[in-house]
C-alpha cells in the first residue's frame, strides 16, 4: 500500500537541507490539515505558515536550538483557539448553512446544545480541547507531508508562551500546540536517517475484544 510505504519512509528528521519545498505540496499538506475531522466540525485551530527566516531564527532561541526550525522551507505552526465563544461557534454554524445551502431542524438544535455548554466552560479546559483537534490536523499534515515526499519534524520542544509573544497570538485569541516544520533531509548530518524505524509489535499495540 503506498500510503504505508510513505509512511515508513518517513521520519523526525532531525537535519533539513535548506532546500525549499514547491508550493504546491506546502498547499497540499495544509488542504490535508484542513480536511481533518473535529469535533462538532468547527475546526477550532489556526495554522501559521512561516517562511520569513528572521523569524524563524527568533523561533529557533526558544525550542532548544534545535537547527530544523530554521533549515527547513516552511514552519507550520498549529494554535488552537484559547476557548470557545458564542461568535466563534455561530461563525462555523452559519458557514455550514451557507455552504450547503439549507438549514436544518437537527443541526440548529445541536447549535444551540453547544452554545448552551461551551463558552460557559472553564477556559483552560476548552483549550486543552481544541488543542486535541489541532493536533488531529497536525498528524494528517504529517501523513500527506510524507505522502508528498516531503520531510517533517513533530516539535513539541518550545516555550509556548514566548512563541504566543513573537507571534502574538494571545492578541487573536489563540494559543500555540505543536510546531511542524516541512522540508528535505540532510543526509550527512542528521544522525537518525540510516536508523530502523522501531514500534511496538501488534500484540503490544492491539486488544482485539470479539
Not at 1 to 19: F, I, P, Q
Not at 36 to 45: D, I, M, N, W
Not at 87 to 93: S, V
Not at 114 to 141: C, M, T, W
Amino acid at each position: 500500500m503506498e500510503l504505508l510505504d510513505k509512511l515508513n519512509w518517513r521520519y523526525a528528521t532531525k537535519a533539513m537541507n535548506g532546500k525549499k519545498v514547491a508550493q504546491e505540496k506546502i498547499d497540499n499538506i495544509i488542504e490535508a490539515a484542513s480536511l481533518a475531522p473535529t469535533s462538532s466540525g468547527l475546526q477550532p485551530f489556526e495554522i501559521i505558515v512561516i517562511t520569513n527566516q528572521e523569524l524563524k531564527e527568533k523561533i529557533r532561541k526558544i525550542s532548544w536550538d534545535q537547527s530544523v526550525v530554521t533549515d527547513c522551507s516552511h514552519l507550520l505552526i498549529f494554535a488552537a483557539w484559547d476557548t470557545y465563544t458564542a461568535d466563534r461557534i455561530n461563525k462555523m454554524f452559519d458557514l455550514t448553512n451557507t455552504v450547503r445551502g439549507f438549514e436544518n431542524e437537527g443541526w440548529e438544535k445541536y447549535r444551540e446544545m453547544l452554545l448552551g455548554i461551551y463558552p460557559q466552560r472553564d477556559a483552560e479546559v476548552n483549550f486543552n480541547h481544541a488543542a486535541k483537534q489541532a493536533y488531529i490536523a497536525f498528524s494528517q499534515a504529517i501523513a500527506a507531508a510524507a505522502f508528498e515526499g516531503v520531510d517533517s519534524t513533530p516539535i513539541e520542544g518550545f516555550d509556548p508562551d514566548k512563541l504566543d509573544e513573537i507571534l502574538a497570538l494571545r492578541e487573536k485569541g489563540l494559543r500555540s500546540c505543536v510546531m511542524l516544520p516541512i522540508g528535505y533531509r540532510d543526509t550527512e548530518n542528521d544522525w537518525l536517517v540510516n536508523l530502523v524505524k522501531v514500534r511496538k509489535s501488534k500484540e503490544d499495540l492491539v486488544t482485539v475484544i470479539d
